[in-house]
């Protein structure tokens, strides 16, 4: 099954791509700027200082508080089962890093 993750406008949204029509519209609030895919659901950033969790039929399972104000930006390393990190940043100097999706390790700061 072919899915589109959409974002950027009025709410984050998963779309089947045969039937182009949405089969999840995920209730968060502000402009999410950046998803991905991580096993069974998705990891979004934008307004607001924290990752959210989201399970693929529409749920948000957790929001992860983060240090920037707001986010722009989310990279996981998947290329490692052992060494997975997820990298976020926006809207301050500091890039937060995760070793374990469920908590902030620490924060880098330029």
């Known amino acids: ?9 009025p709410s984050l949204s998963l779309w ?3 039937s ?4 999840s ?10 998803a991905a895919f991580h096993q069974d ?12 969790h989201c399970l693929l039929g529409g ?8 240090t920037p104000p707001s986010l722009n930006t989310l990279q996981l390393n998947t290329k490692s ?5 997820l990298t976020v940043g926006g809207g301050s100097s500091k890039i937060d890093v995760f070793t374990n999706l469920s908590y902030r390790a620490f ?3 330029f």
């Not at 519209?25 to 950046?34: A, E, I, K, Y």
């Open 107 to 109: 924060s880098l700061s």
């Open 59 to 66: 749920e948000v399972k957790g929001q992860i508080p983060c």
């Open 41 to 52: 659901m998705i990891l979004a950033v934008g307004d607001g200082a924290f990752v959210s």
């Open 16 to 18: 089947h791509l045969r």
């Open 81 to 85: 089962s052992e060494h997975r990190v």
């Open 1 to 9: 099954m072919a899915m589109q993750l959409c974002g950027g406008g």
């Open 25 to 34: 519209v995920f209730p968060l609030s502000g402009c999410q700027r950046r």
């Open 20 to 23: 182009l029509s949405p089969t």
